[in-house]
């Protein structure tokens, strides 16, 4: 993988991610994979990814994928079960192409070669990890309909509960709305944040 570098511009250089330019004594962050242009981004877009700096096509989609993933909001279950069908489906694909290329090398070189064996153990960690969002997104979308059932109503008899043993004797409903709505909101950031942790746990590309 190509090493990243902050340096001073010599000269100017267009950013490959916002396309600004880059001016003579203005910082830079610079990489340069081999036989490949240079990869140059200015400050405010920061250092080039993982799946910019590999020369591989396989790594590089998977680590894209990892990018998507990590990128994804952790406030809303919604946005995480999405990310991991997207994810689970991209992961799909890029397992059948790299299985196509092992077929193909399988039948050039019979009695194998080092590149297949690369390609298997791609195979083999990139499958490892589909099961894993597979579980993470099973998980959060079994979360996603508790956070979704998640009524104040249910809250009611908790809230006034809890409004008479801070000392209101007789709580107006407006006052037990108001608490069951913030023991309704508790309620689902804790499953929000449930959902987070099966997410987190399929977030890291293996390969």
């Not at 399988?106 to 990139?126: Q, R, W």
């Amino acid at each position: 993988m190509a090493r990243v570098t902050r340096q001073k511009a010599r000269r100017k250089w267009g950013c490959g991610g916002c396309g600004r330019d880059i001016v003579k004594g203005e910082e830079y962050y610079k990489a340069r994979r081999r036989y490949a242009p240079m990869i140059v981004r200015c400050l405010d877009c920061g250092p080039p990814k993982a799946s910019e700096l590999t020369s591989s096509e396989t790594l590089s989609q998977a680590y894209a994928i990892a990018e998507a993933l990590d990128g994804t909001s952790r406030d809303s279950i919604e946005d995480m079960a999405a990310a991991l069908e997207d994810a689970y489906n991209e992961l799909d694909t890029l397992i059948d192409e790299v299985t196509e290329k092992k077929s193909n090398l399988e039948e050039a070189f019979p009695s194998g070669c080092p590149a297949m064996e690369i390609l298997e153990e791609y195979e083999t960690e990139l499958e490892g990890w589909r099961e894993e969002i597979d579980n993470a997104k099973n998980e959060v979308e079994s979360l996603q309909s508790d956070h979704d059932e998640v009524s104040e109503d249910d809250f009611a008899d908790d809230a006034e509960g809890e409004l008479k043993e801070e000392g209101v004797k007789e709580p107006s409903d407006d006052d037990i709305m108001d608490k069951a709505t913030d023991l309704a909101d508790d309620k689902r950031q804790e499953i929000t944040e449930e959902a987070a942790g099966h997410f987190d746990d399929a977030c890291n590309c293996p390969v």
